[in-house]
Nanobody, 115 residues
Framework: QVQLVESGGGLVQPGGSLRLSCAAS????????MGWYRQAPGKQRELVAS???????NYADSVKGRFTISRDNVKKTVYLQMNSLEPEDTAVYYC?????????WGQGTQVTVSA
């Protein structure tokens, strides 16, 4: 059974930082492309960042230079370091794993950026 469990969300002030984690089980983690998506109220889910099995990274333009995705294949965990957070980053953040067109999703973690 595949499980992706996110943690690390919360309330943070503008300009602050958060680190999201996603622990995976039930998959051969090291061969999967892992990603973080987010969905704000009334908006479609969008890709934030992804990292391939060879650690090639891809970022949405809106987060480039502020967010960093990384992975630890021993711990089977993918991280999203979020710095210089803005109110526009407020959303539910979802972890995603994909291989050969088959995707799995976590349950999501809320990130709220507000003064």
């Amino acid at each position: 059974q595949v499980q992706l469990v996110e943690s690390g969300g919360g309330l943070v002030q503008p300009g602050g930082s958060l680190r999201l984690s996603c622990a995976a089980s039930g998959i051969i983690f090291s061969i999967y492309t892992m990603g973080w998506y987010r969905q704000a109220p009334g908006k479609q889910r969008e890709l934030v960042a992804s990292i391939t099995s060879s650690s090639r990274q891809n970022y949405a333009d809106s987060v480039k230079g502020r967010f960093t995705i990384s992975r630890d294949n021993v711990k089977k965990t993918v991280y999203l370091q979020m710095n210089s957070l803005e109110p526009e980053d407020t959303a539910v953040y979802y972890c995603n794993s994909v291989l050969g067109g088959v995707a799995f999703w976590g349950q999501g973690t809320q990130v709220t950026v507000s003064a």
